[in-house]
């Protein structure tokens, strides 16, 4: 071996510098779901004998995940051959790093709804036409049935007036407190229940507020679904839901206007007064250009252990949505009838998903064939550039 060839040699040190960046590279920011190494976010690493320093500039100072990423990181440092101590020293990125990290995060694109025709998101509208049927308890176990299956699944809580996805989740404290998003300058990081990504309105009102009214009219109601849709960084979802706001009111037309590709779920009760009003909603749901996916029948009959059927709201007005929407050249499935079950009810209340906590119970069977049947659905075509041209 020649001088020149001995100089150029990596040295021990450094060979375990590099064993050390690349374990701690693997390490997975618990927010933005994507590796330190991809996220640039791993600073100078010193290896003196068997210690080693590892530097880690965190997005924003007071990082909700400083904690879990420093232990996350000394034990991946701790897990190279020849360390035996390992420190991690937590610094802040500056501005201009987090800015180079926001543009990396949306792929270099404009500032503006990723969830585009040409995307392969499907987007999913779960709507009512009137309150109380279960709505948002059928969209938020929807959502975790869907990321069970290995779909990566985000919810947009949209019912601005009467939100309930967080508690539904379990993203609410006994003391009432909702769990918030991290900002990184305009990127919101949105907190993350059973798989899935969750925004609400609810998780920006100040501490104490919780329980207040959001009384907001039109443009405030737009201007809020939109920064949802603009500003809250969900990366590459499979499957995006918004839980819609009963009846047929600004949201409605503002989410139709944004999202026109979109395609609606409707959910009604087997009630004949509830059915009717279901219609109307998916009505004007096709008014802005939207497909309607299928009806969901909550709350319909369940069967007592005695083996008797209780029907406390009637039958078949899930049926009659599905046959009022249904045409000659598009028929609108019946796609689920979920049944009455206080186990649901239980579990909505204590914020833990009966598709997680009770897996064997009635509705939760229900729910998770509608998950199955929305997985298995295709992408639509709707409004989306196809990759070849006529020939001439």
């Given amino acids: 071996m020649t001088v020149d060839d001995h100089t150029s040699a990596p040295s021990a040190t450094d060979a375990l510098v590099a064993a050390v960046r690349n374990a701690v590279g693997d390490v997975t920011d618990p927010e933005l779901r994507r590796s330190l190494a991809e996220l640039e976010m791993l600073r100078e690493i010193r290896v003196d004998g068997a210690s080693v320093r590892v530097g880690v500039a965190l997005t924003i100072v007071g990082c909700p995940a400083s904690d879990r990423i420093q232990r996350d990181v000394t034990d991946a440092a701790l897990s190279v051959p020849g360390i035996t101590d390992a420190t991690v020293d937590l610094t802040v990125m500056t ?13 270099g694109g404009p500032r503006g709804i990723p969830f585009t025709p040409e995307s392969l998101t499907r987007v999913i509208a779960v709507t009512s036409g009137k309150g109380g049927v279960g709505k948002s308890t059928v969209t938020a176990n929807l959502a975790v049935a869907l990321a069970q299956r290995g779909l990566a699944v985000g919810l947009i809580d949209a019912d601005v007036h009467g939100f309930s996805i967080p508690g539904l989740l379990g993203l609410v404290d006994a003391e009432g407190r909702t769990q918030r998003p991290t ?18 309105i609810g998780m ?19 201007r809020t679904v ?10 590459d979802l499979d499957v995006l839901l918004l839980d819609m706001p009963p009846g047929t009111g600004d949201v409605a037309i503002s989410v139709g206007q944004l999202l026109p590709h979109a395609r609606v779920l409707v959910v009604t009760t087997p009630q004949s007064s509830a059915s009717d009003v279901a219609v109307r909603s998916a009505l004007v749901a096709r008014q802005t250009g939207q497909q309607v996916l299928g009806v969901v029948e909550n709350m319909s009959a369940m069967v007592l252990p005695d083996g008797t059927v209780f029907d406390l709201f009637g039958a078949g007005g899930g ?17 689920a009838s979920i049944p009455l079950s206080p186990a649901l009810r239980r579990a909505a209340d204590a914020g833990d998903p009966i598709v997680v906590s009770e897996p064997t119970d009635p509705a939760a069977v229900a729910i998770a064939a509608l998950a199955d049947s929305v997985a298995a659905l295709p992408r639509g075509l709707a409004g989306r550039s196809l990759p070849f041209c006529p020939g001439g």
């Fill in 95 to 107: 501005a201009a790093e987090r800015m180079q990290l926001t543009e990396r995060l949306r792929a």
């Fill in 183 to 200: 900002r990184i300058d305009e990127l919101i990081v949105p907190p993350v229940a059973h798989g899935v990504k969750v925004v609400s």
């Fill in 204 to 222: 920006f009102l100040r501490e104490g507020d919780e329980g207040a009214a959001v009384a907001w009219r039109g443009p405030m109601l737009h």
């Fill in 226 to 235: 939109q920064q949802f849709l603009t500003d809250v960084y969900f990366g």
């Fill in 319 to 335: 049926g009659e949505v599905a046959a009022s929407l249904s045409a000659d050249d598009n028929e609108v499935p019946l796609l």
